[in-house]
């Protein structure tokens, strides 16, 4: 590995406990945060095997990192973010990390990117949706990109948002939203839902 990687491997690793990140990342609202996102998960979306899963918006890459070990060994993850920091970050974790799943990293905005592929998991979390200012246009990309009978994991936690508005956006005659939930604590609000092409 390059000291130049190296050294943005170590910054990047450090981040989630500097001055300024350490004490969200570290509080309990955070877990919470984290405990009810993956639980809903769990619980509504199941990993089958030969599946072709799909995470919009990396971050800090702690999402693609675990749906990698929760999917069975024959599947695969494409993650797209259109920051690059991001994608190298989570390139470089995984070579650090000897991660053996198959996960393609893909630096692009989802709105241009184009593939045959036809996901059977999408997973849009936390902040995604709201830092695109593109609320419409990325979910109707996202959503033209399931294949038939696959399922969005769709995760705001825009405080305003409401339950009209994902369900205006969404041709209920092509999807069904299975389920819905919304939940309020320290503050924050998380919608959550699953979002399944007939």
């Keep these: 590995m390059r000291k130049i990687d190296k050294d943005f491997l170590l910054k990047s690793y450090g981040e989630p406990y500097n001055s300024e990140c350490g004490p969200w990342n570290t509080s309990l609202t955070s877990k919470w945060l984290e405990y009810e996102i993956t639980r809903f998960f769990e619980e509504n979306f199941l990993l089958l095997n030969k599946s072709i899963i799909c995470n919009i918006g990396i971050g800090a890459g702690y999402w693609d990192r675990y749906l990698s070990y929760k999917m069975p060994s024959n599947c695969t993850l494409v993650s797209i973010d259109v920051d690059y920091e991001c994608c190298k970050q989570l390139k470089l974790s995984l070579i650090n990390e000897k991660n053996p799943n198959a996960i393609q990293i893909i630096n692009e905005d ?15 979390i936390g902040s995604t949706v709201i830092e695109s200012k593109k609320h419409k246009e990325i979910l109707n990309k996202v959503l ?20 009209e508005c994902l ?5 209920q005659n092509l999807f069904s939203i299975e389920k819905y939930v919304v939940l309020e604590n320290y503050g924050k609000k998380i919608i959550l839902a699953k979002i399944t092409l007939k």
């Design 110 to 124: 989802v709105l241009k990117y184009d593939t045959e592929n036809k996901f059977n998991i999408i997973t849009m």
């Design 167 to 171: 369900f205006s956006l969404i041709d």
């Design 144 to 163: 033209s990109l399931l294949s038939i009978g696959g399922s969005l994991f769709y995760n705001s936690t825009n405080i305003k948002e409401e339950k």
